[in-house]
């Protein structure tokens, strides 16, 4: 199954396309995929909220898929404040003024990026692994071996050799990752080849390049989100609903009680740990995970 057709829409600096199901006067649900992924991590959690009356948008993010830049001078960057402002430019666009923002990986701190800076407009937060928003200040603090080791992609992408790596070898280097990150999870060929093509995405190396370098300080930020990046620095707080999921079989960041984030959330928070599910939790256990947003949808 293919999440299709797709609808495509100007949205701030993007020509965005999407996935959209479900009643247009239903509470609306923004899906948001990560790296390397694409919207078919929501293959099945779309139409189990569909039939719930839910409206469902789910968009490529930049650099993935059939979503493009409107106009060619714009930088080509992957940091928190972009995913969000695109987020958010979608809904203007959509004529959207409320939603339950819902993501992992990249899409889900796009959800913590919008929960906090536009709380707003969000009506709750799904997000796996807890709080997102990036800590760039204190990027270069070392963690333990063992953590620092599946992380070798960051580090990777900080050479010229991992930017022409990931160009040449984007395919390889996505299946890695996911049978590292999901070592339960037994995708097969079309399964995965059914997402692989959104990675042929012509801005999909600069964006993901630019991503991993910005998180370490290492890359400067578009200036037009430099504002956007000024409030994300003082890891602002989630003042809406939120669950936050883990999976108990993620192998790039392992399942916590969640309670080190617990501060950054300020209304009702629960925190839950789903058996076997790796990184790409929403495609591994869409019930648990459709099941977190129709709970925060009905408050």
């Excluded at 979503?67 to 809904?91: H, K, N, W, Y």
């Excluded at 990036?134 to 071996?145: R, S, V």
């Excluded at 430099?226 to 936050?244: D, E, F, K, N």
Aim: hydrophobic share 45%; proline share 7%.
């Amino acid at each position: 199954m293919r999440l299709d057709p797709l609808r495509r829409l100007d949205a701030g600096v993007l020509n965005i396309a999407y996935y959209e199901a479900g009643p247009a006067d239903g509470p609306a649900v923004m899906l948001m995929h990560g790296f390397p992924y694409d919207i078919h991590s929501y293959v099945d959690v779309a139409p189990m909220l569909a039939v719930q009356g839910c409206r469902v948008i789910v968009p490529y993010l930049r650099g993935y898929g059939p979503t493009a830049f409107r106009d060619g001078a714009t930088p080509r960057s992957g940091e928190q404040a972009a995913v969000g402002a695109d987020m958010m430019a979608l809904m203007d666009a959509l004529g959207l003024q409320r939603a339950v923002f819902a993501g992992y990986d990249w899409g889900g701190r796009a959800a913590c990026v919008g929960a906090a800076l536009w709380p707003e407009r969000c009506n709750g937060l799904v997000c796996v692994n807890s709080y997102l928003i990036q800590d760039i200040a204190h990027a270069m603090a070392p963690m333990k071996p063992e953590r620092e080791v599946p992380l070798w992609y960051q580090y990777y992408f900080q050479l010229e050799r991992g930017r022409a790596g990931l160009a040449a070898n984007r395919r390889d280097i996505a299946k890695i990752l996911w049978r590292q990150w999901s070592p339960n999870w037994q995708f097969d060929d079309a399964c995965f080849e059914r997402t692989a093509v959104a990675h042929d995405n012509p801005d999909y190396v600069d964006v993901v390049i630019h991503s991993y370098r910005h998180r370490f300080g290492l890359a400067d930020g578009d200036p037009q989100y430099a504002g956007l990046q000024h409030r994300l620095a003082a890891l602002p707080i989630i003042s809406v609903p939120a669950i936050t999921l883990d999976g108990a079989g993620d192998g790039v960041v392992p399942a916590t009680d969640g309670g080190a984030s617990a501060a950054k959330f300020t209304r009702r928070r629960s925190h839950r740990v789903i058996p076997r599910a790796g990184h790409n939790l929403p495609q591994e256990a869409p019930e648990a995970f459709a099941a977190a947003v129709m709970e925060v949808m009905k408050g």
